[in-house]
């Protein structure tokens, strides 16, 4: 299966050759006339900046795979009259996954990679904001969220984390 690179991938992309392209131009103009050691510092620096735009273009890979993984998985977990909402655009940002029912709403956040305390934060302090703005938004419905990752399951802050494996069975829980 081919994936398609998301916006942010394709300019990060970007970023990291421009920069690639930058360093390579300095480098042969400082060898060139003799400068090289006045060019160290700087080259050094795009050099890093360089790497860090492809380090973000992998993330975004890895997310995107991630979130087709999910989708497959909620397809194949989720019959009858549950709609499923993809790539929800809200105010700041996006909501992943959206099952809805006449009553509720799930809010499903995926997560790719490595799990630290600083990303348990931010991911915590994400959801409730999409809880939120979707509260605000479908007054009369009952809204949930949970995030799927790769790790053990764990309620922090009130915000549901499940593993991979355990996404179904919470579903159908919630339903």
């Avoid at 890979?61 to 977990?77: F, P, T, V």
């Avoid at 179904?168 to 919630?174: E, L, V």
């Amino acid at each position: 299966m081919r994936l398609y690179l998301t916006f942010q991938q394709y300019k990060y992309k970007v970023y990291h050759y421009l920069t690639l392209f930058l360093f390579f131009f300095i480098l042969i103009y400082a060898y060139n006339h003799n400068v090289l050691k006045d060019f160290a510092l700087p080259l050094i620096g795009i050099f890093l900046l360089s790497m860090y735009f492809w380090d973000r273009s992998l993330k975004y890979k890895y997310g995107k795979k991630a979130e087709e993984r999910i989708e497959r998985l909620i397809k194949n977990c989720v019959k009858g009259d549950i709609k499923i909402k993809k790539d929800v655009k809200i105010n700041y940002g996006n909501i992943d996954f959206m099952l809805i029912t006449k009553e509720k709403i799930l809010i499903i956040e995926v997560k790719a990679g490595k799990f630290d305390e600083v990303r348990t934060r931010k991911t915590i302090q994400q959801v409730l904001r999409q809880i939120n703005y979707m509260k605000s938004k479908e007054k009369n419905k009952k809204v949930d969220a949970v995030v799927v990752y790769s790790g053990q399951s764990k309620t922090v802050d009130g915000v549901r984390f499940v593993s991979n494996k355990e996404l179904c069975s919470y579903i159908q829980r919630w339903l």
